[in-house]
């Protein structure tokens, strides 16, 4: 049973325009929730991250977004670059344990 | 070492034949994960390990598959009688301790069984 789900597949999104990805999760365990991303060839790279006791995260252009409630969080890259494209993964992390979801592969246009 | 070192960077195996991947974690590092990627598919957890430990192996696919960690540090990944399904990019990370909050990638091992 897959524990977070994750949309859309892709996206491509203007230069310039902001890309939005979200996530939702059904363990009420999770206690943290990181943003991954990875490159081509590369191993995932720990992009931002949140706690459930937080609405909003931001840091630089990405930002964020959750709502325990809903049991849904989402990350928006303000002023998208070329070089944002990579593949995204949302996770949750509880019992030790640290789920993905399928990831979004994001292509900017220049 | 600087970062969570993998190897083989790609192995390429035939049917039936037994591998073994390894992964050295960050010095110091207590928690390691193993994950599968497969194409388009996300990270699938397969194990963790706290210490020389692995409290669940729930993960693992069947049990061709099977993992050790010695001395606290490096960890080894074995897939016996290999599959075709088995063919995607392994990745391991490390974390400082379990209950870490932030995970380190190595780069992976892209295993293709032919």
């Known amino acids: 049973q897959q524990q977070v789900k994750q949309s859309p597949q892709s996206l491509i999104v203007q230069k310039g325009g902001i890309s939005i990805i979200n996530c939702a999760y059904e363990?009420?365990?999770?206690?943290?929730f990181p943003w991954y991303q990875q490159f081509p060839g590369k191993g995932p790279a720990l992009l931002i991250a949140?706690?459930?006791?937080?609405s909003e995260k931001k840091e630089g252009r990405f930002t964020i977004s959750f709502n325990k409630s809903a049991k849904q969080f989402s990350l928006h890259i303000m002023d998208s670059q070329p070089g944002d494209s990579a593949t995204y993964f949302c996770?949750?992390?509880?019992?030790?344990?640290?789920?993905f979801g399928k990831g979004t592969r994001l292509h900017i246009l220049p | 070492g600087a970062g969570v070192s993998q190897s083989p960077s790609n192995k390429v195996t035939e049917k039936g034949k037994d591998v073994e991947l390894r992964c050295d974690p960050i010095?110091?590092?207590?928690?390691l994960y193993w994950y599968r990627q497969s194409l388009g598919q996300g990270l699938e957890f397969l194990i963790y390990?706290?210490?020389?430990?692995?409290?669940?192996k729930s993960g693992l696919p069947s049990d061709r598959f099977s993992a050790e960690r010695t001395g606290g540090s490096v960890s080894t990944l074995t897939i016996q009688r290999t599959q075709q399904e088995d063919s995607a990019v392994y990745l391991c990370?490390?974390?400082?301790?379990?209950?870490?909050?932030?995970?380190?990638f190595g780069q992976g091992t892209r295993l293709t069984v032919v």
């Open positions: 990370a490390s974390s400082l301790f379990l209950g870490g909050t932030e995970a380190f």
């Open positions: 363990n009420t365990a999770f206690d943290y």
């Open positions: 949140i706690r459930p006791d937080v």
């Open positions: 996770a949750a992390k509880g019992n030790d344990k640290i789920i």
């Open positions: 010095s110091g590092h207590t928690a």
């Open positions: 390990f706290q210490g020389n430990s692995a409290p669940d």
